[in-house]
């Protein structure tokens, strides 16, 4: 089966494993499945890495990031422009503004995966055929 994970299940996965539920943790490590990380996720990181609100030491250049993904047999899911227009149609939703997290929702709904985030404002876009499991570590 196919999943999208968010950027916090990424950083968690290289920070923190620990803070991931085992029924997840037993989704991501399945050779039957393949788990996809959307490039708004890497963009994020990088923003969050340069403008030091994030710290991981391993993960100095963009390269490093990518690195990473490929080591644990992830799959970088680019934009598209179906994507951008499931994007450009997501309804608001209160208190939920962030563009990375919409454009990886746009994603999923578009590609009809499930997507896995530790961000519970996501349940919100259930409404809007979003498929998804929250990791509730």
Do not use: C
């Not at 089966?1 to 943790?25: A, Q, V």
Request: hydrophobic content about 45%; glycine content about 2%.
């Amino acid at each position: 089966m196919r999943y999208l994970i968010d950027t916090n299940i990424l950083i968690r996965l290289r920070t923190n494993p620990s803070l991931i539920s085992k029924e997840i943790l037993q989704i991501l490590e399945s050779y039957e499945n393949r788990i996809y990380v959307g490039a708004a996720s890497i963009w994020e990181i990088y923003i969050l890495l340069q403008t030091e609100k994030l710290h991981i030491k391993s993960w100095k250049y963009a390269t490093d990031i990518f690195d990473f993904i490929e080591e644990h047999g992830m799959i970088i899911n680019y934009v598209k422009k179906e994507h951008l227009l499931t994007f450009a149609g997501l309804a608001p939703v209160k208190e939920h503004h962030d563009p990375f997290d919409r454009m990886i929702i746009a994603q999923a709904i578009t590609e009809k995966i499930p997507l896995i985030s530790s961000d519970n404002r996501f349940t919100a876009y259930r409404r809007q055929k979003l498929d998804f499991i929250f990791n509730a570590k």
